[in-house]
């Protein structure tokens, strides 16, 4: 006799509409009659593992809602990146508990838990059904148009490299932004939405999908310089050189590394200033000023994409449906099928699970610096609506009279 319990967990970083996803989940599975509990599990699997549960059946269908218009994880997330025993733990926990239902909305690692953890329960001859929920702002899932989390993260980019556009005509120097990205710069490219004019910033991009070269940054930097009188630049943190090494790592003298190795790019404002310095150093310019967006991007409120919240909301029904309708589990994905409509398909997990997707080589331009018209179109729709938009001034100009000769 089935129990009807299921469980929800957020993991990795957090978005400014994964609550929609948990809302989804919440709302679409009470009107299943054969569920009985919907628990969350606190601070994602280490929630799991330490048995750290909230009954969401009690909470209130008003009280959701608002809780899923706003960013940020509700139940709270884990940098933990489950292993073979790691996830064997957590499947004695749901068997434990008699959960059948396992949904866990996240980015790469997220899927490879769930694909770990189905595998155990396939082993044991215990009937549970897990699906992975898609949410990274990196637009880095595999199998995925794009990914809940990114497009109102892109919207952030655009705007914020629009303002610093203006900020940067107005007091002409070199301006450089570094934004999240360690291997897709798909975040990073989103600047470019921010242009209006055809002397708007930022007048270079730099991704990690190409090779990084410093002589030649300063050489773009220099170029652009010269030619508009000011540079706003681009760069995801996870630019490299040929062999692959962090621009990051070759510039700093000291380098600080997270748990699992990785060294720390979105922590520290430190790939910005090394920038700036090789700038000044090198070229002489002495206005040029540096920000790291880090956590910003991932969760600020008031600038949240419409379509986004949208396709977030329906990945968290569309993963109650799967599990509830069909006898399989697998990831949930976007597939765009118009200029702008989506549908939603369930992939298998290994389809998912462990892979990197980055930017497309038909994005970005032939030399490495911009994006493509392909880019912008592909992007433009996922914004939403209601992009502030930018104006100039057509003065005017007065003779002068002192200094005419």
């Given at each position: 006799?089935?129990?009807?319990?299921?469980?929800?967990?957020?993991?990795?970083g957090?978005?400014?509409?994964?609550?929609?996803?948990?809302?989804?989940?919440?709302?679409?599975?009470?009107r299943?009659?054969?569920?009985?509990?919907?628990?969350?599990?606190?601070h994602?699997?280490?929630?799991?593992?330490?048995?750290?549960?909230?009954?969401l059946?009690?909470?209130?269908?008003?009280?959701?809602?608002?809780?899923?218009?706003?960013?940020?994880?509700?139940?709270?997330?884990?940098r933990?990146?489950?292993?073979?025993?790691?996830c064997?733990?957590?499947?004695?926990?749901?068997?434990?508990?008699e959960?059948?239902?396992?949904?866990?909305?996240?980015?790469?690692?997220?899927?490879?838990?769930?694909?770990?953890?189905?595998?155990?329960?396939?082993?044991?001859?215990?009937?549970?059904r897990?699906?992975?929920?898609?949410?990274?702002?990196?637009?880095?899932?595999?199998?995925?148009?794009h990914?809940?989390?990114?497009?109102?993260?892109?919207?952030?980019?655009?705007?914020?490299?629009?303002?610093?556009?203006?900020?940067?005509?107005?007091?002409?120097?070199?301006?450089?932004?570094?934004?999240m990205?360690?291997?897709?710069?798909?975040?990073?490219?989103?600047s470019?939405?921010?242009?209006?004019?055809?002397?708007?910033?930022?007048?270079?991009?730099?991704?990690?999908?190409?090779?990084?070269?410093i002589?030649?940054?300063?050489?773009?930097?220099?170029?652009?310089?010269?030619?508009?009188?000011?540079c706003?630049?681009?760069?995801?943190?996870?630019?490299?050189?040929?062999?692959?090494?962090?621009?990051?790592?070759?510039?700093?003298?000291?380098?600080?590394?997270?748990?699992?190795?990785?060294?720390?790019?979105?922590?520290?404002?430190?790939?910005?200033?090394l920038?700036?310095?090789?700038?000044?150093?090198?070229?002489?310019?002495?206005?040029?000023?540096?920000?790291?967006?880090?956590?910003?991007q991932?969760?600020?409120?008031?600038?949240?994409?419409?379509?986004?919240?949208?396709?977030?909301?329906?990945?968290?029904?569309?993963a109650?449906q799967f599990?509830?309708?069909?006898?399989?589990?697998?990831?949930?994905?976007?597939?765009?099928?118009?200029?702008?409509?989506?549908?939603?398909?369930?992939?298998?997990?290994?389809?998912?699970?462990?892979?990197t997707?980055?930017?497309?080589?038909?994005?970005?331009d032939?030399?490495?610096?911009?994006?493509?018209?392909a880019?912008?179109?592909?992007?433009?729709?996922?914004?939403?609506?209601?992009?502030?938009?930018?104006?100039?001034l057509?003065?005017?100009?007065?003779?002068?009279i002192?200094?005419?000769?």
């Open positions: 006799m089935s129990s009807g319990k299921i469980l929800v967990a957020q993991g990795g957090p978005t400014a509409v994964i609550n929609q996803s948990l809302a989804g989940v919440v709302l679409e599975a009470r299943f009659r054969n569920v009985t509990r919907i628990y969350g599990a606190l994602g699997v280490r929630g799991i593992v330490n048995e750290e549960f909230v009954d059946t009690q909470e209130t269908s008003h009280n959701l809602e608002l809780v899923a218009a706003t960013p940020s994880s509700a139940l709270g997330s884990t933990d990146k489950p292993d073979l025993k790691y064997e733990e957590i499947f004695k926990v749901l068997k434990a508990h959960i059948e239902h396992f949904f866990y909305i996240g980015g790469n690692d997220s899927s490879d838990t769930v694909r770990i953890v189905a595998e155990q329960a396939q082993a044991a001859g215990y009937p549970l897990a699906i992975h929920i898609p949410k990274t702002i990196d637009n880095d899932l595999v199998g995925n148009d990914t809940p989390g990114f497009p109102s993260a892109a919207r952030f980019v655009a705007q914020a490299f629009a303002g610093a556009n203006l900020d940067n005509a107005s007091l002409p120097g070199v301006y450089v932004g570094v934004v990205g360690r291997h897709a710069g798909f975040l990073t490219a989103a470019a939405l921010g242009k209006k004019f055809p002397d708007d910033g930022p007048h270079l991009i730099y991704l990690p999908e190409r090779v990084f070269s002589e030649q940054f300063l050489a773009d930097v220099k170029e652009t310089y010269e030619r508009y009188g000011r706003v630049i681009a760069v995801s943190e996870g630019i490299h050189d040929a062999s692959g090494e962090p621009i990051a790592t070759l510039l700093a003298k000291e380098v600080e590394r997270d748990a699992h190795g990785n060294v720390q790019l979105s922590g520290t404002g430190a790939l910005a200033d920038l700036c310095d090789e700038i000044k150093d090198k070229l002489g310019i002495k206005r040029v000023r540096g920000d790291t967006f880090g956590y910003l991932r969760s600020f409120i008031g600038c949240v994409s419409d379509v986004d919240q949208r396709e977030a909301r329906e990945v968290g029904e569309k109650v599990a509830m309708w069909g006898d399989r589990n697998g990831s949930v994905a976007i597939k765009r099928t118009g200029f702008y409509s989506v549908d939603y398909e369930l992939l298998p997990l290994e389809a998912v699970a462990g892979k997707r980055v930017m497309e080589d038909e994005f970005i032939a030399r490495g610096t911009g994006v493509t018209d880019f912008r179109m592909y992007l433009r729709p996922l914004l939403g609506s209601g992009m502030p938009d930018a104006y100039r057509r003065p005017a100009a007065v003779p002068k002192l200094k005419a000769k």
